[in-house]
């Protein structure tokens, strides 16, 4: 009997504290206070755009990691390149921090341009890269701290995948290889393998092995010039192209329904610019 008292006076103190709303919902999939920009390669110009826009300020500082390309592309003249984007859209703070020791992704002095940062753009290349260099580092735990603070973390390709939890085309040999020696991401985006590069290099049937794999996995296949803005519970589509979703269903554009689809069928929907998902319930926000 007092069991019973106690927990039906628990149960009543829970039910007052939503109601006043001093429990928060932490089950988010994307992050709870900033926003990921994940782009699938080609003209990151539009992700660009809306990664300055998400920071809220007229002029962030912007940090950019290169170190998913090889060594031969780390010099002054390619880092003027990937710089040239955001010097376009008027911004005057534009850093690049890159490192291949793990000793030096620890230290303070590398991490101080994170901290100071208000969005960071991570290039492409190969994530296996990034990886070896910053996987279980504080460089890791400084971009957290960022989006815990409202700020913004974009990436093109290999930038984009490592972004998610499952790390595919992370093998050092190939990147035709989906489940390789790295198969571990940042994991911003909770439970998800992410792709690019998707319909203009014909992998869109490539996500399927994760899929049938890991069908714990949201598997997002992203395009070129093609980006997911991923907040909270939701993500959103922006670029010209489309992305590819694996999650076990189908949704009919026509007739805007979901049909449940059997395991193992490796089939898989488009979605466009505007389109909106919710990620907890894994399901189209319906138009």
């Not at 539009?46 to 998913?68: D, H, M, R």
């Not at 598997?219 to 010039?225: K, M, N, Q």
């Not at 269903?249 to 007739?255: G, Y």
């Amino acid at each position: 009997m007092l069991f019973r008292i106690v927990a039906l006076v628990l149960l009543i103190a829970l039910s007052s504290f939503q109601k006043q709303g001093l429990i928060r919902n932490m089950d988010f999939v994307g992050p709870e206070h900033g926003y990921l920009i994940l782009c699938g390669g080609g003209n990151n110009t539009l992700s660009i755009q809306k990664l300055i826009q998400l920071t809220g300020k007229k002029s962030p500082n912007i940090v950019i990691i290169p170190t998913a390309n090889d060594d031969a592309s780390q010099t002054e003249i390619n880092y003027t390149k990937l710089k040239e984007p955001f010097l376009k859209q008027g911004i005057t703070s534009v850093e690049i921090l890159h490192t291949r020791n793990r000793d030096t992704s620890n230290s303070e002095s590398f991490l101080r341009k994170i901290k100071a940062a208000d969005g960071v753009w991570i290039s492409g290349g190969r994530q296996w890269r990034l990886a070896d260099a910053y996987l279980k580092t504080k460089v890791v735990n400084e971009l957290y701290f960022l989006l815990q603070r409202g700020g913004v973390i974009g990436g093109s390709s290999a930038g984009a995948t490592i972004l998610g939890s499952f790390l595919v085309r992370g093998d050092t040999k190939s990147n035709t290889i989906m489940e390789g020696d790295h198969t571990e991401g940042f994991g911003f985006f909770k439970n998800s393998a992410i792709d690019q590069h998707v319909l203009q290099r014909n992998r869109h049937f490539d996500l399927s092995e994760i899929h049938a794999n890991h069908p714990e996995l949201l598997c997002v296949g992203l395009d070129e010039s093609t980006a997911i803005v991923v907040h909270q519970n939701k993500m959103e589509v922006i670029g010209s192209h489309y992305i590819t979703i694996y999650d076990g269903t189908i949704w009919r554009r026509e007739t805007n329904e979901i049909i449940l689809l059997p395991p193992l069928t490796g089939k898989f929907y488009l979605l466009r610019e505007g389109d909106k998902y919710d990620l907890l319930k894994r399901r189209v926000i319906m138009p």
